[in-house]
Every structure is written in C-alpha cells, then in structure tokens.
C-alpha cells in the first residue's frame, strides 16, 4: 500500500548509521572513552569564530523579516554574486551569478541535479570507492547508479571507465577529495578522463555531464585539488559548506552549472524546476547570507590532518596495509584477509567501530573517520593492535 | 535530453511568480508607493523577539559544533519531544515524539509525505479553491492530483467529494486556514468529511489517509481551528513555522504522523526513506532548536486582521462581492463579470496586482495578498474604485 520503495529505504538504515547506532548503546554501557567510534563523518572540530560572529551581526543589524524571509528560489542574489566572485578570484574562472542555485547541501544538490538530468533508463556512472547515497539519489531520479572499479590503490581506472560508457550514460559523478579513500585525483588523470568524455559525448551524440561532488574540497593535506569546470565543460558542481565550515547540521551548498556546459541555460532551468518539485522552495535564508561572509573561511582541517598523520603513523607501525589518504577524514583500511566484513565484526570485539567497505564497493576494506577527537586515535592504538593479532 | 518534466517546471514559473516579476518592474519605473502589490504570500509582519534572542543566545551558550552539527535524520530528540508536549497542551491530543519528523519547511513536508503514501496510480483529491503546488508535489510521488469542486462559498462540498473517491485514491489534502479563500473548515463540516472518509476506507477495503497541510494555523481572526488528528484517526499533519513565527526562508516545519493512523510505524518509516531519497539529510538545526524555544510565540498576527477588516470595509463600500476570510492572509475577490483572468489584466491597469485565480480552481476570482503594509491596502482604494467602474 505504501511506496514499498521508501519504506524500505526508511526501514533499513544505511549500514554506517546501523554501526553509529551500535557505538552509541556501547558508550552508554561501558564508557564513551572505551570505545574508538570512527564510524560517521560528523565534523569534529568546530566552525571558524566568523561563523557564530556573523550570524549575530546579521541578527543584529539585518531586518528580521528580510533576513529570515524567502529568498527568490535560486538563492539570494548578492549571495550568489560574492560566491561567483569567490570562484573568480579563488580558480580564474567566471562562474555567472545566474549559474549558480543555492541548495540545502549537498545531498540536496546532487538529488536535484540527478533529477533534473535524468529519468528512467538513464545510467549514472560512479568510481569505486563511492558514497553510497549515490545510489539513493540517482534511484530518486529514475536512473541506475552503476560504480566503475578502480585500479589497484583505488584511483580512477580510465580502461574501465571508457568500457562502461555506453548510450544510455547521461552523467557521471566524481568526488574528490574522495569519501571514503581520501584521494585526490590529480590532474593529469582528471584531463584524460575529461578526455574520454569529450570523445564517447561526441561519439555517442549526447554530452555526457561531469557531476563534480566536492564537499570535502578544502580538505586537503598540501595536494591540489584541481577544479573540475576548468578541466571540462559539461561539468556541474555540487558544493557543500558541511565539512569545509563545520556546518553540517545547517543544511547550505550550492549548484553551479559552467557557461561552458552543453545547453548550461536549459540545464540551470530543469535544476529550478527539480528543485520546485522536490519541495526545496529556497535554502536556509540566514545561513545563505552567513557563508556568503565566509567564503575565504575554513574550520581549522590542519586538526584533521594531525590526526591523519597520528593514525598513519601508527596503523602502519603496527603493521596495517593501507590507502594514504591525501585529503577529507577518511581513511581505508585493508582487512589482513581480504574481508572487510570480517574486520568490522572482529574490530567490535575490540571496541573499534568502523564499517565494512562493501557499501562504498571497497569489500577488501573497512573505512575508519578520523574526524574525531586525537585522543580516540592515540587511545584506539592498544585495541588496533591486538585486533591485528587476530589474525596472526 | 534532460528531464522535460522539470524542464518545464522550470522555465514556466507559477502564475503567481510572473505576477510577482512584473510588478517588481513596475515599482522600478513608477515608484514602490503607486504599485499595489497582493501578488505574494510573504509575511510582512517581523518574526517575535524571542525569535532573535533564541538565535543569539543559543549562539553564546551551546558549544558550536552540536548547535550546527547534524541532527538524526528524524530531526533532534528534544525538539521533538517540545512540539509533542506542546501538542500535548494545546490540543490534548498524545502525539509521540517518535511519530514526529522535522522537515524543511511546509513544501518538503507535503512532498516527502506525498512520496511516502503514493505511487503511479494512485489519486491524490483536494478542495478547490487549493494551492496549486499541490498538483506539483503530488506529481513528483507519480501520483495524479484531482481537486473537488466546493460549494457556492468555496466550501467543501461533501457530495462531490463522496462521489470522487474511488479505489486509485490514496490520499487527501486539506488546507485550513485555506490559500486562497482564507476559510476555516467548521468543526461540524470535519467531522462529515471524516464519516465519509471512515465508510469509503471501509468499502474500499484500503485507508485513505488526510494531510492536513497547515502553515496558517495560527492566523485565525477569532474562529478556533480544529485539530485534525482528533477528528479523523489516518491524519498525518504538514505544519510549517514559515507564517505563524514570520520565518519563510529559514524552511522550518514539521510531518506528524497519527499515532492512531493506519500502519502508522511504516508510515513514518516511509517518511524517513523518502525524506532520505529526496536529498533531506536533516532539517536545519540552528532552526530547530529556535522553533522548539518558540512553540507558543506567534508573529503580530493582529496585523493581519486589521489589514483584512480594512480590506474587506472598503472593497464592501466600493460594492465589491468577495468571500469573507476567516483565516491566512488572502481574500478572493469576485469578478463582476466572473472572469478572474480578465479582472486580474484589467487590473494591471490601474497598478494593482493580484493573479486570477485559475490556478487556485477558483477562476472566476482573483487572489489578494494582504500580507502587506496597511497604507498598501488604504492607499490602493481608489484604484479598486476606478477598476470597478470600468465594469459599468
């Protein structure tokens, strides 16, 4: 009688939240600081004083029923202006404001940009490791997400990216730095793939458009994260302001279509349209106008990259295999056996919590989030290592 | 290539939308104070003090990364429990904190519910005259809206409903205080509609559920506003803060589902899977938080009723025929001649902009937006006049 669809989607909880869930009743029964939860990608550390700072100099200084009104339903335009200036001035690229459509994060954006490009009997192509939402989202628009193996240390294998594009392949998604490896693709890697998709576009006869998902872009530990509409045209960017302001509860990202993407008007036009029928009637008034103040501003990720480098150091002194992650809080750890399932199931023994890597097509794995406190890291050393022992 | 559908949705704004665009125009070349505005349904009225202090001392007092982290999806456990408590209290009615779900807003209400309950097939009903988003949001769950004709006086007319229930119809919605009419249902009429509804779940051998859509509850001018689940058991309420604490683009509300509904546990679980495969990752939690400190605040509604009472005094004077609003802030003014669409042309005219009320299922009338300043209203008398006598 129901959408049987999204009863099973609410009923069967996402296999990270079933775990976050797990590491809660576990902290409530013998301790929180016995328990090394590295399960959800909740920000730890808190967003720059500039955040807090200007939402009271609006309330303060803004018309309340201006600052908490509707704003048109692209966004406020000044906001859109100051992040099209941002863009501008951050990668020499001209970004219209009118490109640009704010959104309630990132989830939001990808969902009414899925829809908007798709319909049923599209194919949306991913690269393994991926989110596992992707999925969710492209389903929501009629299409069927289908992930592309990676290479050995899980970048992008252009052989088998070029194998999976056939006709029916309306977009691809990209996230870099990526969830859950922690990679950035470089540049040389990012022009031949664009390259492979201006050829298969051409040969094909339709534009296949680049999904660029970049909520973790500022967190990077020194490695350039290149930016995507200046490496190909038919590239529409997802951004949220979660990660890189500490800001996930607030909901606040954006939609920008290049100029240069094939048809970019008619495309800016069905993202408004998806965005309306969807039910999103504009993003969070106050928070469009704090971030637009927040632009240059980050949460303070060299805490992240402290704990990268304290839990490299010591998984691989222990003896672990694993992928470096260049960027995001992230972090894929191999299973000695080959089965990140197992791993997962041992590691809860030990007080670990970390998810099987099955979910973002990594099974070999198991994804640890390091975006927790540096004592979690230094303390869970003692539990990795007999967990390791395990397997001896 | 892309989605039509949202193509579509896209480029042909609402009627309301394009109104709104031509007299922002006109208010550039003419003056704001010559243009009489009543295109849109946006607050004019400030948010209640209490709504600024909250913001600004939860900023001072919860640690940054909780007050912006993210919430469970269902929204904060403390929140939910103030909104069932105050349902508790204002109406008597035991509404469980876990049969509550913090939304983005009235629109993501109704459209995550919409694609929770229905699916392609299935018939949706509503009450002309109704808010034409409604055709929009069903549509995204693959549903067919149909809305009743209602009686001479734009109230629910009981037998056209009877007779349009038959077994594709899932859903119902209904709007009170209703956009446009600003009628409030009667008790008595709510509770024949809720036989009906009981005897046709019954033959039918399915429940049909009512959505009670209601972000004007609180605007009432003295008439009470019957609570819906006490009334009919497979309810499940779309309340929005977006009017009643002047917040429209903060995009705060709330789904509560009947304890006593049907399946009511799948239900919510529904609701949860959609609200997921939508893109709604948690409603925005600063804003939670405010409303759950503001759930017995109102805005300076009494505004309202004095705009209405001068309104409704000087269109009577002028020998203009228009259905009394108990309710919201719209009134739909008759056409002399019983066309909404010429009235609403001619009117342009003379400066004064309120769209036909085709779109509503009301086209013999046009919609007026007296969510405006009084002087609006005063000033815009002597149109009114000059417009009526081009009828003569």
């Not at 908007?116 to 690269?127: E, I, N, P, R, S």
């Not at 490695?223 to 500490?246: G, H, M, Q, R």
């Amino acid at each position: 009688m129901l959408n049987q669809k999204y009863l099973n989607l609410g009923v069967r909880r996402s296999d990270i939240r079933e775990l976050f869930e797990y590491a809660k009743a576990l902290k409530a029964e013998i301790g929180e600081e016995n328990v090394f939860d590295f399960s959800l990608g909740n920000p730890s550390i808190a967003p720059p004083n500039s955040v807090n700072e200007s939402i009271k100099s609006m309330v303060d200084s803004v018309n309340a029923t201006t600052l908490h009104g509707y704003t048109s339903a692209q966004g406020d335009f000044n906001v859109r202006k100051a992040i099209s200036d941002s863009i501008k001035q951050k990668f020499d690229f001209f970004m219209p404001t009118d490109n640009i459509y704010m959104t309630c994060g990132a989830a939001a954006s990808l969902t009414i940009t899925l829809c908007a490009l798709c319909q049923a009997g599209d194919t949306v192509l991913g690269f393994k490791p991926y989110f596992p939402e992707y999925a969710v989202f492209t389903q929501t628009s009629g299409a069927t997400f289908i992930p592309v193996d990676g290479d050995k240390g899980l970048d992008i294998d252009l052989v088998n990216f070029e194998k999976s594009i056939n006709k029916s392949v309306k977009a691809v998604i990209i996230n870099s730095p990526n969830n859950p490896s922690g990679k950035i693709y470089s540049l040389e890697k990012l022009n031949a793939l664009a390259q492979i998709l201006c050829n298969k576009s051409k040969e094909l006869g339709h534009p296949i458009y680049l999904i660029s998902d970049e909520p973790y872009r500022e967190i990077s530990y020194g490695k350039e994260v290149p930016f995507i509409p200046a490496i190909y045209d038919n590239t529409i960017v997802c951004y949220s302001f979660s990660k890189s302001l500490s800001l996930p509860g607030e909901r606040i990202g954006y939609i920008a279509v290049s100029p240069k993407a094939y048809d970019s008007q008619n495309v800016y036009y069905a993202i408004m349209g998806a965005g309306r029928a969807l039910g999103y009637v504009c993003a969070p008034s106050l928070f469009q106008r704090v971030i637009a103040n927040n632009l240059f501003a980050v949460a303070a990720v060299e805490l992240y990259q402290k704990n990268r480098d304290a839990l490299c150091d010591g998984l691989k002194k222990l003896g672990y295999t694993f992928i470096n992650p260049d960027g995001a809080f992230y972090l894929l750890l191999k299973a000695p056996d080959g089965n990140g399932k197992n791993l997962s199931d041992l590691a809860k023994k030990h007080n670990i919590i970390m998810p099987s890597g099955e979910s973002f097509g990594a099974p070999e794995y198991v994804r640890i989030s390091y975006c927790v406190s540096y004592d979690t890291i230094i303390n869970s050393m003692p539990a990795f290592k007999t967990l390791l022992e395990e397997y001896k």
